[in-house]
């Protein structure tokens, strides 16, 4: 067995390493088939300021399509974006936003649009941070998910992300392979020409929204097993840490707190698609969870950085 100071070498030692890693050590004892981990993504697993890294892409599929439609300026919730007014943003609304943006990829075949993300992020680079949006995860996390395939855990990913956005670079960032990812699902329409059948993307939501509740009953719906690990940030992860944290046996909830605005940002995560009616901090502390300090618990919080 691996020695406990070669695991989770980005993790500083005390409470909170001393945590994940007396869950670690339970693991053997647990059945394989109860060994399932769900992790949010933003926030979560990579960095989500100043936007998450799907609005980013959006952002850039918006900016060449009013280039080459100037009059798509003028909509209400692509010129609230292109102004960078945040203020316009909120009162519009995010999901209208973001079904707004969703539009300018209405009829793409799945693998089109994962062509578009993935060619996306082989050049995007973070606004503020000075690093490829891809190289902008947490190497902690990838250190613990590392760690949890060793022991043969299931590793998902459950996010308010749009699905096939997440699936589309899943493998590549976390070795996470497209079926195991959850998030908010765009129905699609089956069509069938002289090519054949298809499929093409369409406006609509499949469902709900994939945060808060929702993510509980679609990890059951679409995964069928309840997860003794969760990982998340913000309130909209709060009913997948509890369902996580009181499953039978050894569990594991984990919070992680922006609270490093010299390495990352300093903030309060919270839900985009409801009002929070506490702070999600004081949810995990009275609820025994176990909050991770980015600034106190992480040595090193992206990949490639030596912080001594």
């Not at 945040?86 to 969703?102: D, K």
């Not at 509740?213 to 003794?228: C, Y």
Request: aromatic share 8%; proline share 6%; net charge negative.
């Amino acid at each position: 067995m691996t020695s406990t100071d070669d695991r989770l070498p980005s993790w500083r030692p005390g409470a909170t390493r001393d945590a994940v890693l007396a869950f670690l050590d339970q693991a053997p004892a647990i059945p394989e088939r109860d060994r399932m981990a769900c992790f949010d993504n933003d926030g979560t697993l990579c960095c989500e300021r100043p936007n998450y890294i799907q609005l980013e892409f959006f952002l850039d599929a918006l900016s060449r399509a009013v280039h080459a439609d100037p009059a798509l300026a003028d909509k209400a919730e692509f010129a609230a974006l292109l102004s960078g007014d945040r203020a316009a943003v909120g009162e519009i609304g995010l999901p209208r936003v973001a079904l707004a943006l969703t539009g300018l990829f209405a009829g793409m075949s799945p693998e089109e649009f994962s062509v578009r993300v993935r060619d996306f992020m082989a050049v995007a680079t973070h606004r503020t941070l000075d690093r490829p949006l891809r190289r902008s995860v947490y190497q902690p996390m990838l250190e613990l998910i590392a760690e949890l395939r060793r022991l043969r855990f299931a590793v998902t990913i459950v996010t308010g992300g749009g699905t096939e956005f997440v699936r589309a670079v899943s493998q590549e960032l976390y070795g996470v392979p497209p079926e195991a990812v959850v998030g908010t699902l765009i129905e699609y329409d089956y069509r069938t020409d002289t090519d054949g059948p298809s499929l093409r993307r369409s406006t609509r939501l499949l469902g709900e929204v994939n945060e808060g509740a929702a993510k509980v009953r679609n990890i059951q719906t679409l995964l069928g097993r309840r997860p003794i690990l969760a990982g998340g940030n913000s309130s909209g992860d709060r009913e997948m840490l509890e369902w996580a944290g009181t499953a039978d046996g050894p569990s594991l909830a984990l919070l992680v707190d922006h609270d490093d605005d010299e390495r990352e940002f300093g903030y309060e995560s919270r839900a985009e698609t409801f009002t929070d009616p506490e702070s999600i901090t004081d949810v995990a502390h009275r609820s025994g969870w176990t909050v991770v300090s980015m600034a106190g618990d992480w040595d090193t919080v992206f990949p490639d950085e030596h912080d001594g």
